[in-house]
Protein backbone atom coordinates (compact mmCIF):
# COMPACT_ATOMS: atom_id res chain seq x y z
CA UNK A 1 0.00 0.00 0.00
CA UNK A 2 1.49 3.75 -1.48
CA UNK A 3 0.28 6.41 0.79
CA UNK A 4 0.76 10.08 0.01
CA UNK A 5 0.18 12.19 3.21
CA UNK A 6 -0.43 16.65 2.32
CA UNK A 7 0.39 18.04 5.75
CA UNK A 8 2.04 15.35 7.31
CA UNK A 9 2.64 17.00 10.70
CA UNK A 10 -0.89 17.83 11.41
CA UNK A 11 -1.53 15.49 14.49
CA UNK A 12 -4.66 14.06 12.18
CA UNK A 13 -2.41 13.04 9.49
CA UNK A 14 0.45 11.73 12.07
CA UNK A 15 -2.20 9.29 13.60
CA UNK A 16 -3.60 8.02 10.52
CA UNK A 17 -0.02 7.04 9.42
CA UNK A 18 0.61 5.39 12.54
CA UNK A 19 -2.40 3.37 11.99
CA UNK A 20 -1.45 2.98 8.75
CA UNK A 21 1.76 1.23 9.07
CA UNK A 22 0.19 -1.23 11.78
CA UNK A 23 -1.75 -2.52 9.34
CA UNK A 24 1.25 -3.93 7.34
CA UNK A 25 3.85 -3.40 5.01
CA UNK A 26 3.58 0.41 3.99
CA UNK A 27 4.59 3.24 1.81
CA UNK A 28 4.31 6.07 2.68
CA UNK A 29 5.81 9.87 1.55
CA UNK A 30 5.17 12.77 3.55
CA UNK A 31 4.75 16.10 2.57
CA UNK A 32 5.32 18.78 4.85
CA UNK A 33 7.01 22.20 5.59
CA UNK A 34 8.75 22.02 8.82
CA UNK A 35 10.91 19.03 7.55
CA UNK A 36 12.41 19.15 11.20
CA UNK A 37 9.19 17.71 12.67
CA UNK A 38 8.43 15.65 9.60
CA UNK A 39 11.55 13.57 10.00
CA UNK A 40 10.87 13.16 13.71
CA UNK A 41 7.39 11.45 12.77
CA UNK A 42 9.10 9.33 9.96
CA UNK A 43 11.43 7.85 12.44
CA UNK A 44 8.96 6.88 14.80
CA UNK A 45 6.60 5.59 12.02
CA UNK A 46 9.78 3.56 10.98
CA UNK A 47 9.55 1.95 14.26
CA UNK A 48 6.13 1.43 14.64
CA UNK A 49 5.93 -0.16 10.88
CA UNK A 50 8.21 -3.44 10.70
CA UNK A 51 7.34 -3.34 7.25
CA UNK A 52 6.93 0.61 6.40
CA UNK A 53 9.34 2.43 4.69
CA UNK A 54 8.78 6.40 4.49
CA UNK A 55 10.14 8.92 2.99
CA UNK A 56 9.95 12.70 3.77
CA UNK A 57 9.36 15.30 0.91
CA UNK A 58 9.69 19.55 1.53
CA UNK A 59 6.12 20.89 0.58
CA UNK A 60 5.61 23.94 -1.45
CA UNK A 61 1.83 24.06 -0.99
CA UNK A 62 0.77 27.07 -3.18
CA UNK A 63 2.62 27.20 -6.46
CA UNK A 64 0.57 24.93 -8.91
CA UNK A 65 3.91 23.58 -10.90
CA UNK A 66 5.77 22.66 -7.60
CA UNK A 67 2.60 20.72 -6.51
CA UNK A 68 2.00 19.16 -9.62
CA UNK A 69 6.17 17.94 -9.71
CA UNK A 70 5.61 16.70 -6.28
CA UNK A 71 2.67 14.12 -6.56
CA UNK A 72 4.86 13.32 -10.23
CA UNK A 73 7.92 12.59 -8.22
CA UNK A 74 5.24 10.62 -5.42
CA UNK A 75 3.80 8.62 -8.36
CA UNK A 76 7.37 8.06 -10.04
CA UNK A 77 8.49 5.06 -7.95
CA UNK A 78 5.13 3.00 -8.10
CA UNK A 79 1.19 3.83 -8.48
CA UNK A 80 -0.26 5.76 -5.18
CA UNK A 81 -3.02 3.49 -3.82
CA UNK A 82 -4.11 6.43 -1.05
CA UNK A 83 -3.69 10.26 -0.69
CA UNK A 84 -4.60 12.37 2.34
CA UNK A 85 -4.88 15.79 1.79
CA UNK A 86 -4.26 17.39 5.68
CA UNK A 87 -2.88 20.73 5.62
CA UNK A 88 -4.84 23.27 7.56
CA UNK A 89 -4.81 26.58 9.66
CA UNK A 90 -6.94 27.32 12.41
CA UNK A 91 -6.89 31.33 11.84
CA UNK A 92 -8.41 33.67 14.79
CA UNK A 93 -11.39 35.24 12.71
CA UNK A 94 -11.11 37.99 14.62
CA UNK A 95 -7.24 38.88 13.25
CA UNK A 96 -8.71 37.46 9.89
CA UNK A 97 -11.86 40.27 9.90
CA UNK A 98 -9.09 43.54 10.72
CA UNK A 99 -5.37 41.84 8.66
CA UNK A 100 -6.79 41.10 5.38
CA UNK A 101 -3.20 39.78 4.34
CA UNK A 102 -4.25 36.85 7.45
CA UNK A 103 -7.46 36.30 5.93
CA UNK A 104 -5.86 35.63 2.67
CA UNK A 105 -3.46 33.36 4.16
CA UNK A 106 -6.36 31.57 5.74
CA UNK A 107 -7.92 30.77 2.15
CA UNK A 108 -4.88 30.28 0.63
CA UNK A 109 -3.71 27.40 3.50
CA UNK A 110 -7.21 25.98 3.87
CA UNK A 111 -8.68 26.20 0.13
CA UNK A 112 -6.45 26.76 -2.33
CA UNK A 113 -3.83 24.73 -1.87
CA UNK A 114 -5.65 21.27 -0.55
CA UNK A 115 -7.97 22.17 -3.85
CA UNK A 116 -4.44 22.43 -6.38
CA UNK A 117 -3.45 19.20 -4.67
CA UNK A 118 -6.77 17.62 -5.08
CA UNK A 119 -6.64 18.36 -8.60
CA UNK A 120 -3.13 16.80 -9.29
CA UNK A 121 -3.54 13.21 -7.33
CA UNK A 122 -7.01 13.44 -9.20
CA UNK A 123 -5.06 13.67 -12.43
CA UNK A 124 -3.40 10.59 -11.64
CA UNK A 125 -5.87 8.62 -10.19
CA UNK A 126 -7.23 9.52 -14.02
CA UNK A 127 -4.50 7.69 -15.77
CA UNK A 128 -4.29 5.06 -13.34
CA UNK A 129 -7.91 4.14 -13.59
CA UNK A 130 -8.17 3.93 -9.63
CA UNK A 131 -7.26 5.10 -6.39
CA UNK A 132 -8.70 6.82 -2.88
CA UNK A 133 -8.49 10.75 -2.17
CA UNK A 134 -8.85 12.04 1.30
CA UNK A 135 -9.28 15.66 1.41
CA UNK A 136 -9.72 16.68 5.19
CA UNK A 137 -12.27 19.67 5.36
CA UNK A 138 -14.25 20.66 8.80
CA UNK A 139 -17.70 20.51 10.13
CA UNK A 140 -17.26 23.98 10.26
CA UNK A 141 -17.86 24.16 6.35
CA UNK A 142 -21.63 22.92 6.51
CA UNK A 143 -22.30 26.53 7.49
CA UNK A 144 -21.10 29.39 7.87
CA UNK A 145 -20.79 31.02 11.82
CA UNK A 146 -19.26 34.39 13.26
CA UNK A 147 -17.42 32.24 15.08
CA UNK A 148 -14.96 31.08 12.41
CA UNK A 149 -16.50 31.87 9.06
CA UNK A 150 -13.23 32.30 7.32
CA UNK A 151 -11.62 29.08 8.27
CA UNK A 152 -15.49 27.87 7.38
CA UNK A 153 -15.83 29.37 3.82
CA UNK A 154 -12.19 27.78 3.28
CA UNK A 155 -13.47 24.71 4.66
CA UNK A 156 -17.08 24.72 2.59
CA UNK A 157 -15.20 25.38 -0.50
CA UNK A 158 -13.47 21.80 -0.24
CA UNK A 159 -16.58 20.56 0.27
CA UNK A 160 -18.28 21.90 -3.06
CA UNK A 161 -14.40 21.02 -4.76
CA UNK A 162 -14.69 17.52 -3.27
CA UNK A 163 -18.43 16.84 -4.48
CA UNK A 164 -17.71 18.16 -8.09
CA UNK A 165 -14.74 15.67 -7.77
CA UNK A 166 -16.63 12.66 -6.63
CA UNK A 167 -19.48 13.57 -9.55
CA UNK A 168 -16.49 13.54 -11.91
CA UNK A 169 -15.53 9.80 -11.00
CA UNK A 170 -18.46 8.07 -10.26
CA UNK A 171 -18.97 5.21 -12.05
CA UNK A 172 -15.18 4.26 -11.67
CA UNK A 173 -12.65 2.98 -9.40
CA UNK A 174 -11.32 6.53 -8.29
CA UNK A 175 -12.86 7.42 -4.98
CA UNK A 176 -13.29 10.52 -3.47
CA UNK A 177 -13.22 10.88 -0.02
CA UNK A 178 -14.15 14.24 1.88
CA UNK A 179 -13.63 14.15 5.83
CA UNK A 180 -15.30 16.64 8.10
CA UNK A 181 -13.42 16.34 11.59
CA UNK A 182 -14.88 18.13 14.60
CA UNK A 183 -13.15 20.05 16.96
CA UNK A 184 -10.12 17.58 17.71
CA UNK A 185 -6.95 17.30 20.11
CA UNK A 186 -3.97 18.82 18.58
CA UNK A 187 -2.41 21.75 18.73
CA UNK A 188 -4.35 23.74 16.42
CA UNK A 189 -7.53 23.66 18.76
CA UNK A 190 -5.29 24.25 21.78
CA UNK A 191 -7.21 27.68 22.86
CA UNK A 192 -10.43 25.82 22.15
CA UNK A 193 -9.73 23.00 24.68
CA UNK A 194 -8.46 25.81 27.12
CA UNK A 195 -11.61 27.21 26.82
CA UNK A 196 -13.29 24.56 28.51
CA UNK A 197 -14.81 23.08 25.27
CA UNK A 198 -14.43 19.31 24.27
CA UNK A 199 -12.69 17.78 21.85
CA UNK A 200 -12.47 14.64 19.99
CA UNK A 201 -9.67 12.05 21.03
CA UNK A 202 -7.37 12.49 18.33
CA UNK A 203 -6.64 8.63 17.90
CA UNK A 204 -10.60 8.20 17.06
CA UNK A 205 -10.84 10.99 15.05
CA UNK A 206 -8.05 9.06 12.90
CA UNK A 207 -9.75 5.84 12.97
CA UNK A 208 -12.73 6.77 11.70
CA UNK A 209 -10.71 8.25 8.70
CA UNK A 210 -8.80 5.15 7.80
CA UNK A 211 -11.57 2.64 8.28
CA UNK A 212 -13.44 5.41 5.91
CA UNK A 213 -10.99 5.77 3.34
CA UNK A 214 -10.80 2.05 3.00
CA UNK A 215 -14.30 1.86 2.08
CA UNK A 216 -14.33 4.43 0.03
CA UNK A 217 -16.89 6.34 1.92
CA UNK A 218 -17.98 9.74 0.07
CA UNK A 219 -18.07 11.63 3.42
CA UNK A 220 -16.89 11.07 6.98
CA UNK A 221 -17.51 12.65 9.85
CA UNK A 222 -15.57 12.53 12.75
CA UNK A 223 -16.46 11.31 15.41
CA UNK A 224 -20.11 10.05 13.60
CA UNK A 225 -21.97 12.53 15.88
CA UNK A 226 -20.98 15.40 14.28
CA UNK A 227 -23.33 13.88 10.91
CA UNK A 228 -26.58 14.09 13.44
CA UNK A 229 -24.95 17.87 15.20
CA UNK A 230 -24.45 19.25 11.80
CA UNK A 231 -27.87 17.88 10.00
CA UNK A 232 -29.76 20.14 13.22
CA UNK A 233 -27.41 23.35 12.59
CA UNK A 234 -27.51 23.75 8.61
CA UNK A 235 -31.78 22.97 9.33
CA UNK A 236 -32.01 25.56 11.88
CA UNK A 237 -34.50 28.63 10.80
CA UNK A 238 -32.34 31.88 10.02
CA UNK A 239 -34.72 33.58 12.97
CA UNK A 240 -33.40 31.10 15.54
CA UNK A 241 -29.94 30.68 14.18
CA UNK A 242 -28.96 33.67 14.56
CA UNK A 243 -29.64 33.97 18.04
CA UNK A 244 -27.31 31.70 18.92
CA UNK A 245 -23.43 32.34 19.42
CA UNK A 246 -22.03 29.88 18.36
Known amino acids: MKIVVVGATSAIAEQCCRLWV ?44 AISAQVADAAATGPIDMALIAQGWLADQAACQDDLAMLREALEINALSA ?17 TLGIIGSVAGDRGRKANYAYGAAKGFLARFAEGMDHRFAG ?10 GPTDSPMTAEIKAGGRRVAATDDVARTIVVGMARGRPVIYAPPIWRVIMLIVRHLPRFVFNRLSI
Open 22 to 65: AEGPTELVLIARDMAKAEKIAADLRVRGAGATVAVVKGEFLDPA
Open 172 to 181: TDVRIVLIKP
Open 115 to 131: ALFAEAFAQHFARQGRG
